[in-house]
């Protein structure tokens, strides 16, 4: 008996030993990837331009950073710009790291020129398509790039291994300073100047002037399964993306993995990304990819221009064979409602997942624009609106006002009073038909710092609900530090007692970004497991400039591993 007890007493330590060997084994393989991002103006020519733009290193767009899922990230940001400047890293949890968030003025003051800032974050249980950008004033109209998260060492995609893999960065140009651009709409209150084009990495393509010689090219061979990496990096506009004669197998959203699912035409809000795999199975040939604008605000001014690269097959020998023009693919009509509604129905999660239930905070915010009236010590030059008002934009009637002399994130840590406060409403302040005709009366929103706090741990609904305040529209929303279950979307006023059949309790897809349907509403679901500052606004960039946010203030739970990290030593000051 005794024999047979240390025969067990020994496997148990074996098996313990394997275990520990195990991890260790996963932690040596994780790396520490270290990088340097000068931020600074290089010469930039587009439209028969050039012009002075900022860069990360000199490049746009900026360098691809790509790291495993278990990695470390440590970017050294030096501002060598005239501009104040924040890094983001769009779509990564930061656990316990709200620090190297970098929204300006919410987890830091921003990077004065001259000044540098060290990010520092862990990539844990993310694996897929993210992206970097600026976080101050309109800078990421030209500073951004890839992050991309392969899967950890030893495992491998729940897909075919693709031959190559390409990013795919939307954008939007102007032909002058996006700087000046809000700059002028902020001092006159009217609406933005909109872009002159839109952009496939970096570059307009064939059907703008002074383009074609340097359109981007997308190698593809006969056979071949590639993985393109397609991120709306556009400042104002979401995009439909499709390539002429040819198929996506959607598969990713958001670095999260979707249930595969086949669509000539995909549609991306900016800030969001769709992984997607497409075959070498049409004949060798050159086939354009293209984007242009999916507008649902009516009577709103856009860019309508359509932005091209080429799928070129390598066995096209060019230029001998590449006189014909490339075919060229039907895009959706610019008001499409119905293509985007489709697509964004057929996003699941590839399995059951744990959608968090018994729900603690159940909370209902109105997102829209509105219109100030003219401050009577404004000229009318001040006040270009509609009927000489001021645009503005709100959630549940607060427009969001960032603060100046402390990000929000210290003055929660350091107890520095006056910077924010907590109230803000967990409903809407009136109840009226969000999506009717609406009184001029609740045009004009309040403005303040106001943030919602959550305890740790909590289980959050919140119903995002468009309004047709000024004209009704599709609000990609994006919350930092998490990612959320999408439920349910629709369209009209939300309904509590009839919209909840609709709850998609199995599958939902998990997403850092939500497409808010015009005219309609999207319910999401995720846990308060991550403490610190984390800022929701649009991810239109004039609606966030027009106060189109508000920040939740998850509390601390118990102990280390629930607090936020101290403060590097090299945190901006403001």
């Not at 030993?17 to 930039?44: C, E, G, N, P, R």
């Not at 779509?91 to 987890?107: C, H, L, N, S």
């Not at 709409?185 to 970096?202: K, Q």
């Not at 999401?524 to 400039?545: E, K, Q, Y």
Request: aromatic content about 10%.
């Amino acid at each position: 008996m005794e024999a047979i007890n240390r025969i067990f007493a020994n496997r148990r330590c074996s098996f313990f030993f394997l275990l520990l060997l195990a991890s260790a084994m996963s932690l040596a393989i994780a790396k520490t990837h270290h990088h340097d991002f000068i931020v600074q103006a290089a010469k930039v020519k587009r439209l028969c331009k050039t012009h002075n733009s900022i860069t990360v290193n000199g490049m746009f767009p900026g360098p691809t950073l790509e790291v495993k899922n278990g990695d470390t990230l440590v970017v050294k940001v030096v501002n060598r710009a005239r501009y104040n400047v924040t890094i983001h890293w769009h779509g990564i949890r930061q656990m316990r790291t709200g620090w190297a968030d970098g929204p300006e003025f919410v987890t830091q003051c921003p990077i004065r020129p001259g000044g540098s800032y060290t990010y520092r974050f862990t990539v844990e249980g993310q694996e897929g398509t993210l992206w970097w950008h600026a976080h101050s004033s309109w800078l990421r109209a030209t500073v951004y790039g890839a992050l991309i998260i392969h899967p950890r060492e030893g495992s491998s995609y729940p897909f075919f291994k693709p031959k190559r893999e390409t990013p795919i960065l939307l954008g939007e140009w102007w032909d002058t300073n996006p700087i000046d651009v809000v700059r002028e709409a902020t001092r006159t209150g009217a609406a933005p100047n909109i872009s002159d084009a839109y952009t496939i990495n970096g570059q307009p393509g064939d059907l703008y002037n002074c383009s074609s010689k340097d359109t981007t090219i997308v190698p593809i061979d006969s056979g071949e399964t590639n993985l393109l990496r397609v991120i709306n990096a556009a400042l104002n506009q979401p995009l439909f993306f499709t390539i002429a004669n040819h198929k996506f197998t959607v598969v990713g959203a958001d670095a999260s993995y979707l249930k595969p699912f086949t669509t000539s035409v995909i549609m991306l809000g900016p800030g969001q990304t769709t992984d997607v795999l497409i075959s070498g199975d049409q004949l060798p040939g050159r086939y354009y990819m293209a984007a242009r604008a999916y507008q649902s605000a009516q009577n709103a001014p856009f860019d309508n221009t359509t932005t091209t690269a080429i799928l070129e097959y390598k066995s096209v020998l060019c230029p001998a064979k590449c006189t014909k023009k490339p075919f060229m693919p039907p895009l959706p009509a610019y008001n499409d409602t119905n293509t985007v509604t489709a697509f964004s129905r057929s996003l699941r999660s590839p399995r059951k997942v744990e959608v968090p239930t018994d729900i603690d905070e159940n909370l209902f915010f109105t997102i829209g624009l509105g219109l100030n009236n003219c401050p009577k010590n404004f000229r009318a030059r001040r006040c270009q609106g509609p009927n000489g008002t001021r645009f503005t934009a709100s959630m549940n009637n607060v427009s969001f006002v960032f603060p100046s002399k402390a990000s929000l994130l210290q003055a929660y840590k350091q107890n520095i009073p006056g910077v924010f406060t907590t109230d803000f409403p967990a409903k809407p302040p009136v109840k009226f038909d969000y999506t009717g005709n609406v009184s001029r009366s609740l045009f004009q929103p309040a403005r303040g710092t106001k943030l919602y706090k959550l305890k740790y741990g909590s289980r959050v609904q919140i119903v995002l609900q468009d309004t047709s305040i000024v004209t009704p529209e599709n609000h990609p929303i994006h919350l930092h530090g998490y990612d959320f279950y999408i439920i349910a979307e629709g369209f009209g006023n939300f309904n509590p007692k009839t919209d909840k059949s609709k709850f998609n309790l199995v599958d939902p897809p998990m997403r850092n970004t939500v497409a808010v349907p015009v005219n309609g509403w999207a319910v999401i679901r995720f846990v308060a497991d991550n403490p610190g500052v984390w800022l929701m606004h649009c991810h239109l960039d004039v609606h966030i400039t027009w106060g189109l946010a508000m920040a939740f203030l998850v509390e601390e739970g118990v102990g280390i591993l629930q607090s936020v990290e101290p403060p590097p030593a090299d945190l901006p000051i403001c």
